[in-house]
Nanobody, 121 residues
Framework: QVQVVESGGGLVQPGGSLRLSCVASGSIFTIYTMGWYRQAPGKQRELSATITNEGRTNLADSVKGRFTISRDNVKKTVHLQMNNLNAEDTAVYYC???????????????WGQGTQVTVSS
């Protein structure tokens, strides 16, 4: 089994910053793409940012220029630095980690439980 745990959410004022972290543990042979998704109340879950195991990043247009995604392959972590936050960024942020648990095995996606980010004055 693979466990994915997010941290770093909270309440922040408009214009502020937060850094989310996600760590994967358990039966991990190789980690592939890692990413952050978010779900606002009444809306579908949407992509915020992804990063491949080679470091290639993909960011949603809504967060480009404000969010940065990074990863540490040794520590099995992925981070989302969020700057210049606004009310539209309020959501539960989920980490997705794509993992192969053994050589030759399938790649499976594992979600964390989510961390709440609230942007409000």
């Amino acid at each position: 089994q693979v466990q994915v745990v997010e941290s770093g959410g909270g309440l922040v004022q408009p214009g502020g910053s937060l850094r989310l972290s996600c760590v994967a543990s358990g039966s991990i042979f190789t980690i592939y793409t890692m990413g952050w998704y978010r779900q606002a109340p009444g809306k579908q879950r949407e992509l915020s940012a992804t990063i491949t195991n080679e470091g290639r990043t993909n960011l949603a247009d809504s967060v480009k220029g404000r969010f940065t995604i990074s990863r540490d392959n040794v520590k099995k972590t992925v981070h989302l630095q969020m700057n210049n936050l606004n009310a539209e960024d309020t959501a539960v942020y989920y980490c997705l980690v794509n993992v192969k648990s053994y050589s030759g095995g399938p790649i499976k996606g594992y979600w964390g439980q989510g961390t709440q980010v609230t942007v409000s004055s």
